[in-house]
């Protein structure tokens, strides 16, 4: 009977272990796909797709609005000069959408690997892994406890903890591939994390029980962002520049890394910026352009909307579609331009942001509006504002960070020509953050600064 059972659980631990394996090397080889870049063909296919998409729109409103109009049929809009109108603003706009495309799809992003050399991992000194400080991003958010007697009125007082736990900043792990700069976002503590929201809880019941003034001090990453070990590729095999990351998309290092965009078949990045801002803003243009003329079109034909060509009506949602999203994708890259961030430098300051909001919660009742604004506010004078005195990259105002990218001429701003002012390789970084990339509380900020 023993031996019947020794060899059944024999059986059944032979069989999990060839499950194990199998679901094991299942997930290595959709590893290993997933950090293949996709395929030339695959990159390129939403070219053809756009091009496609624009060139029905103009052979609907040029063979199907334009030339009615201009033969004078019934039941259309305007007459000939309309129409003569309509087709030269139409080809314009479409014109110029079109150069700017063709600019933004044949202009590289800049790659890292066209300017670096391959070198061996640097080594870091005196590594300590991120989960050792119990005080380091507790509770997911960069914000310390503060006993009381070491606030004062005018600002706080930083623990020894500020200057030498963060002196010796983590690595990152061997296998992390993406590592480095400010794309990469930090993990969350791991040890002693039980104990340090104990505490806290406490500390925070106390403070909210007596009702005393909030003791909590926004602590920012201490990460020396850019040392070479915290820019290092490991997939390619050297140091990125800074603001350089790993497309997974393309398989390779793109200089000022934005978003990867299956529109144009590549990543957005440093030498084609300028172009892709340029080309939403032609495409916005003409896609209000052609839904408004042609929305009237069907708006005049009234109670003989059987008589409206079906395929200006598909027009009409297409234009309609684009126009939104080019809207929001214009809005959203004048506002990084204008805070010198890309999309993924933004998610760090998002995070930081939301990071604040959690603490707050925390601490005070959802209906004390004031309480938080004032908390904020403090915060705000004790290290500067998150999203400019905060950023590594803040030029120092709105028209810099702008010009860096768009360029120094106005018909810049429009007109796809010439080339972008940044190298990609080299950036200056803000005086409020040391020479290592961390940023510094407003007492070690540069006099002219304070």
């Known amino acids: 009977m023993d031996k019947h059972e020794d060899s059944g659980n024999d059986k059944e631990h032979k069989c999990c272990g060839v499950m194990e394996e199998a679901v094991a090397h299942s997930r290595a080889k959709r590893e ?18 756009t091009l496609g998409i624009i060139a029905y729109a103009f052979y609907v409103y040029i063979g199907r609005l334009c030339v009615p109009m201009i033969k004078r049929h019934k039941h259309m809009l305007g007459g000939r000069g309309m129409g003569v109108a309509f087709l030269v603003v139409f080809c314009v706009l479409g014109l110029m959408m079109l150069w700017s495309y063709m600019k933004v799809v044949l202009t590289s992003p800049g790659l890292a690997k066209q300017y ?11 590594a300590v892994p991120t989960w050792w400080d119990s005080t380091r991003d507790l509770m997911g958010a960069s914000y310390q406890y503060v006993p009381p007697q070491q606030t004062q009125m005018n600002g706080t007082q930083y623990d020894s903890n500020y200057s030498n736990a963060d002196a010796s900043a983590s690595a990152p792990a061997d ?11 930090p993990a969350a503590a791991g040890a002693h994390v039980e104990n340090a929201k104990g505490i806290v809880q406490a500390e925070t019941n106390k403070v909210s ?12 990453s201490q990460d020396p962002v850019l040392l070479p070990e915290y820019r290092y590729c490991y997939k390619e095999g050297f140091v990125k520049p800074p603001r ?14 934005d978003h990867h965009c299956p529109w144009i078949g590549q990543c957005v990045g440093a030498r084609n910026h300028r172009f892709f801002v340029i080309f939403i803003e032609w495409g916005l243009l003409f896609c209000l352009w052609t839904f408004s003329t042609t929305m009237a079109e069907v708006i005049r034909s009234g109670t003989r909307f059987s008589t409206v060509d079906p395929q200006i009506i598909v027009i009409i949602a297409l234009s309609a579609l684009f126009a939104f999203f080019t809207s929001a994708l214009l809005g959203s890259h004048a506002i990084l331009i204008l805070r010198n961030l890309t999309t993924v430098e933004s998610l760090s300051m998002q995070r930081m942001k939301e990071q604040e909001d959690r603490v707050l919660a925390r601490l005070y009742a959802w209906h004390q509006f004031g309480a938080k604004r004032r908390q904020r506010k403090q ?14 990259w803040w030029l ?7 010009e860096s990218v768009m360029g120094h001429h106005v018909w810049e701003w429009f007109l796809p020509i010439g080339r972008s002012p940044q190298d990609g390789l080299t950036y200056p970084t803000n005086p409020r953050f040391d020479a290592e990339g961390r940023w510094r509380p407003r007492s070690e900020w540069p006099r002219e600064l304070q």
């Open 396 to 402: 120092g105002s709105y028209r810099k960070n702008w």
């Open 175 to 185: 296998g992390e591939v993406n590592a480095g700069m400010t794309d990469a976002i």
């Open 244 to 257: 350089a990351h790993h497309c997974r998309a393309c398989g390779t290092c793109v200089l000022r890394y």
């Open 32 to 49: 290993k796909r997933r950090q293949k870049p996709m395929p030339w063909i695959v990159l390129k296919l939403a070219i053809v797709i």
């Open 379 to 392: 915060w705000d004078q004790e290290w500067g504002e998150i999203g400019t005195e905060g950023n590594l």
């Open 209 to 220: 029980s007596q009702a005393l003034p909030m003791m909590f001090t926004r602590r920012p």
């Open 116 to 126: 670096v050399q391959p070198s061996p991992r640097p080594v870091f000194d005196n």
